[in-house]
């Protein structure tokens, strides 16, 4: 079976009255990336993007041009982040919202439900965090707001580049377990999309834990778990702590080689079990957010990244039934998570994964 090859896209890059609120006027996830340096020798920060620039999301041709390289990249769609806090109560939705009014880009898309509070958070020294301020809170306040979201997607749903796994709309709920009633609400989905002569909806719960979630995901009515592995099993057990301890020390960030973890990026589970969708990654460097506090990866190349690509790919193209890999992420500048081109790679992580995809499809 082709894989598809779904890119979770970041709609945060154009000013909006709460981020000034917030930041500070005309903020951006460009302000921190603009700001970041270098925390360790051979560190590479800052990121700075080439053909694209610093770019504004308001601006059509910028969205335009995101498509043309997912294209080259081999990339099928774009899962936008959208922001629901409850009660009507969104952020960052005028990117997509322009999507679908205008019709442009002609580019495959889906939706992701970002569910989680926003807070402001404050560390000590010891890289631990003493205080957050919640900025704006993810709330449930049951079927009434349920049917206000769906409504207030609508016109995504019936557009025809929404994505479909087997005919169904596909969707994805970022924390599904963080969600006290997350059946009730895929089951009221359900039924407005029937009253409103649309298909079913194919519902992915991503896990950044998925060992221990999974099941629990697949319990609550989900169709498949978007397994994403940001770093091996014992980065949750003692080791894990001695290296967070090593680091609070040292003030650095915490790393991992990333020519040693794409290998454990994937399990049998995303490779063999149709429920389990693989998440890849190319980089991670959350330091321009958390400085010190971050993690990061290290030697994370185009060329690593190839093999993570053939590993993921493959092992969907073997299955009967599901074909999706989801690419986290198109454009997540903040956290060095990110596909556009830079200073220093250029277009080598678009060229990888294209490498990847053209090699998987002509077995």
């Not at 952020?91 to 580019?107: A, H």
């Not at 890289?127 to 995504?156: I, N």
């Not at 990061?296 to 790919?313: I, N, R, S, V, W």
Request: charged letters at 25%; proline letters at 6%; a neutral charge.
């Amino acid at each position: 079976m082709k894989p598809q090859v779904i890119a979770f896209y970041l709609p945060q890059y154009h000013p909006t009255a709460h981020n000034d609120e917030w930041w500070g006027k005309g903020f951006t996830e460009w302000t921190n990336v603009v700001k970041a340096k270098p925390l360790f020798r051979g560190h590479y920060q800052p990121k700075i993007p080439t053909d694209l620039g610093f770019y504004d999301l308001r601006v059509p041709e910028v969205r335009e041009q995101q498509a043309q390289l997912a294209r080259e990249a081999g990339v099928d769609g774009f899962c936008y982040y959208e922001y629901w806090f409850g009660n009507g109560h969104e952020e960052l939705e005028m990117p997509f919202r322009e999507v679908v009014e205008s019709g442009k880009p002609d580019f495959p898309f889906c939706l992701c439900w970002a569910n989680e509070s926003w807070f402001k958070k404050f560390w000590n020294n010891e890289g631990s965090v003493v205080d957050k301020k919640v900025l704006a809170e993810q709330t449930y306040p049951g079927k009434e707001d349920y049917e206000k979201h769906f409504y207030a997607r609508l016109a995504a749903f019936k557009d025809a580049r929404y994505i479909k796994v087997d005919g169904k709309l596909l969707y994805v709920i970022y924390k599904p377990l963080l969600m006290p009633d997350v059946t009730e609400f895929m089951q009221e989905w359900q039924r407005l999309a029937r009253e409103n002569g649309l298909p079913e909806f194919y519902f992915v719960g991503f896990s950044l834990l998925p060992d221990q979630e999974g099941d629990a995901i697949l319990s609550k009515g989900c169709n498949s778990v978007g397994a994403c592995r940001m770093s091996p099993d014992w980065v949750h057990d003692f080791k894990w702590a001695v290296r967070k301890l090593t680091s609070m020390i040292l003030q650095r960030p915490r790393t991992n080689d990333y020519r040693k973890l794409w290998h454990v990026l994937l399990t049998d589970k995303e490779r063999k079990d149709e429920r389990y969708c693989p998440v890849i990654m190319p980089n991670w460097d959350h330091t321009p957010r958390s400085g010190v506090n971050g993690m990061l990866y290290t030697h994370a190349t185009p060329d690593e990244f190839h093999k993570h690509c053939l590993d993921a790919l493959s092992s969907v193209a073997a299955k009967k039934d599901n074909p999706l890999v989801f690419l986290k992420s198109w454009n997540e500048w903040g956290e060095g998570n990110y596909m556009e081109p830079d200073m220093k790679f250029g277009k080598g992580f678009i060229h990888a994964l294209r490498r990847a995809v053209d090699a998987v499809c002509a077995k």
